[in-house]
C-alpha cells in the first residue's frame, strides 16, 4: 500500500519569508497524482497544488511552488512571501492515476505565520 | 455554488451511543467519499460512493459503521455503538468524476466519551 510522511508536525515562518513544507511518500506505482491541501483552522480543505507525476515540470499556483523529485519519492511545497492566511494545517496527498479510488494522505503540518 | 456541507460540526457521545453523521455533496457530483482522521494522525479513507452503490468501502474499520447514500444524493454514516477509538475528525469529499480534484466538507469532529 502507498504511505505518505510528513516528518513536520508543526513549522512556523515569519510573514513575508519562505518556508517549505516537506512530503515523502512510498509506492510502487509510475504514474499517479500528488497533492497539497491546506485546512485554515475550522474550515473546509481546499486544494493547493496538484503535480502529475509524468510531468517534469513542477508545478506553480502564485506564491505555492513544488519542488517534484520522483526518483527520491519527494514531494516539498514552498510557499513564497508567506502570509497570515496561509496558517492553517496542511496535507500532503497521494492518489493512483490507475483503478484506485483512494487518496493516501500524510499526517499533517501545523504552519504558523508569525505577523 | 454551495460546498461539501457536514452535519454537526462536532458531536460528544458516550460509549455505546448511536451516532449519525451527514454529508451534503455539491449538486451534480456523482463521486462522493469519507474519510477520518483520528488525533495526530493521517487522514485514512473509509468508503466511496458512485451515485447510490458502494464502489470501495475497504477503508471501513468494522462493521459498528454503516454508511448509505439514498437515491445518490446525501450521504449518512451511522456509528453503532460508538467506542472510544471511533473520536475523531470525519470528513466527506465529493468530486464530479473520478479523476477530478476533490471538494472537502468542514468535516465532523465526533468525541466519544
Same mark, same amino acid.
Given at each position: 500500500?502507498?504511505?505518505?510522511?510528513?516528518?513536520?508536525?508543526?513549522?512556523?515562518?515569519?510573514?513575508?519569508?519562505?518556508?517549505?513544507?516537506?512530503?515523502?511518500? $512510498?509506492?510502487?506505482?509510475?504514474?499517479?497524482?500528488?497533492?497539497?491541501?491546506?485546512?485554515?483552522?475550522?474550515?473546509? @480543505?481546499?486544494?493547493?497544488?496538484?503535480?502529475?507525476?509524468?510531468?517534469?515540470? #513542477?508545478?506553480?499556483?502564485?506564491?505555492?511552488?513544488?519542488? /517534484?523529485?520522483?526518483?527520491?519519492?519527494?514531494?516539498?511545497?514552498?510557499?513564497?512571501?508567506?502570509?497570515?492566511?496561509?496558517?492553517? @494545517?496542511? /496535507?500532503?496527498?497521494?492518489?493512483?492515476?490507475?483503478? +484506485?479510488?483512494?487518496?493516501? /494522505?500524510?499526517?499533517?503540518?501545523?504552519?504558523?505565520?508569525?505577523? | 455554488?454551495?460546498?461539501?456541507?457536514? /452535519?454537526?460540526?462536532?458531536?460528544?457521545?458516550?460509549?455505546?451511543?448511536?451516532?449519525?453523521?451527514?454529508? $451534503?455533496?455539491?449538486?451534480?457530483?456523482? #463521486?462522493?467519499?469519507?474519510?477520518?482522521?483520528?488525533?495526530?494522525?493521517?487522514?485514512?479513507?473509509?468508503?466511496?460512493?458512485?451515485?447510490?452503490?458502494?464502489?470501495?468501502?475497504? +477503508?471501513?474499520? #468494522?462493521?459498528?459503521?454503516?454508511?448509505?447514500?439514498? +437515491?445518490?444524493?446525501?450521504?449518512?454514516?451511522?456509528?453503532?455503538?460508538?467506542?472510544?477509538?471511533?473520536?475523531?475528525?470525519?470528513?466527506?469529499?465529493?468530486?464530479?468524476?473520478?479523476?477530478?480534484?476533490?471538494?472537502?466538507? #468542514? +468535516?465532523?469532529?465526533?468525541?466519544?466519551?
Amino acid at each position: 500500500a502507498q504511505t505518505v510522511t510528513q516528518s513536520q508536525p508543526e513549522m512556523s515562518v515569519q510573514e513575508a519569508e519562505t518556508v517549505t513544507l516537506s512530503c515523502t511518500y $512510498d509506492t510502487s506505482e509510475s504514474d499517479y497524482y500528488l497533492f497539497w491541501y491546506k485546512q485554515p483552522p475550522s474550515r473546509q @480543505m481546499i486544494l493547493v497544488i496538484r503535480q502529475e507525476a509524468y510531468k517534469q515540470q #513542477n508545478a506553480t499556483e502564485n506564491r505555492f511552488s513544488v519542488n /517534484f523529485q520522483k526518483a527520491a519519492k519527494s514531494f516539498s511545497l514552498k510557499i513564497s512571501d508567506s502570509q497570515l492566511g496561509d496558517a492553517a @494545517m496542511y /496535507f500532503c496527498a497521494y492518489r493512483s492515476a490507475g483503478d +484506485g479510488n483512494q487518496f493516501y /494522505f500524510g499526517t499533517g503540518t501545523s504552519l504558523t505565520v508569525i505577523p | 455554488e454551495a460546498g461539501v456541507t457536514q /452535519f454537526p460540526s462536532h458531536s460528544v457521545i458516550e460509549k455505546g451511543q448511536t451516532v449519525t453523521l451527514r454529508c $451534503d455533496p455539491i449538486s451534480g457530483h456523482d #463521486n462522493l467519499y469519507w474519510y477520518r482522521r483520528v488525533m495526530g494522525k493521517e487522514i485514512k479513507f473509509l468508503l466511496h460512493f458512485v451515485k447510490e452503490s458502494k464502489q470501495d468501502e475497504s +477503508g471501513m474499520p #468494522n462493521n459498528r459503521f454503516l454508511a448509505e447514500r439514498t +437515491g445518490g444524493t446525501y450521504s449518512t454514516l451511522k456509528v453503532q455503538p460508538a467506542e472510544l477509538e471511533d473520536s475523531g475528525v470525519y470528513f466527506c469529499a465529493s468530486s464530479q468524476t473520478r479523476l477530478s480534484p476533490l471538494h472537502f466538507g #468542514n +468535516g465532523t469532529r465526533l468525541t466519544v466519551t
